[in-house]
Nanobody, 121 residues
Framework: VQLQASGGGLVQVGGSLRLSCVAS????????TAWYRQVPGNQRELVAG???????TYTDSVKGRFTISRDNAKDTLYLQMTSLRPEDTTVYYC????????????????WGQGTLVTVSS
């Protein structure tokens, strides 16, 4: 299984980016998928996830600004980010995990290599 994340870069405050994560060796339709990001203390914070029946969840700080989506035919996960803020600056990781695994489990499943988002003020 491989997850290839892309789409990070440098953007100004208020700008937008779309992250992509292409999966190979696994069918995303049978799994939960998510984006996490690195936070101080070398921890990973859930940004957004898609679980059972396509239900989505978002961390409070990105609600209304970020949208997670998935194209099962292409086995690709997306994160559309708008109204970006300096505090969104960090490395973002895509994740594929078993359905029913709690989002708080930060080691479960497969992980992409990370893509850096930098928001300049």
């Amino acid at each position: 299984v491989q997850l290839q994340a892309s789409g990070g870069g440098l953007v100004q405050v208020g700008g937008s980016l779309r992250l992509s994560c292409v999966a190979s060796g696994i069918a995303l339709s049978s799994y939960a998928t998510a984006w996490y990001r690195q936070v101080p203390g070398n921890q990973r914070e859930l940004v957004a996830g898609i679980g059972y029946e396509g239900r989505t969840t978002y961390t409070d700080s990105v609600k209304g600004r970020f949208t997670i989506s998935r194209d099962n035919a292409k086995d690709t996960l997306y994160l559309q980010m708008t109204s970006l803020r300096p505090e969104d600056t960090t490395v973002y990781y895509c994740n594929v995990r078993r359905l029913g695994t709690g989002w708080g489990d930060r080691v479960e499943g497969y992980w992409g290599q990370g893509t850096l988002v930098t928001v300049s003020s």
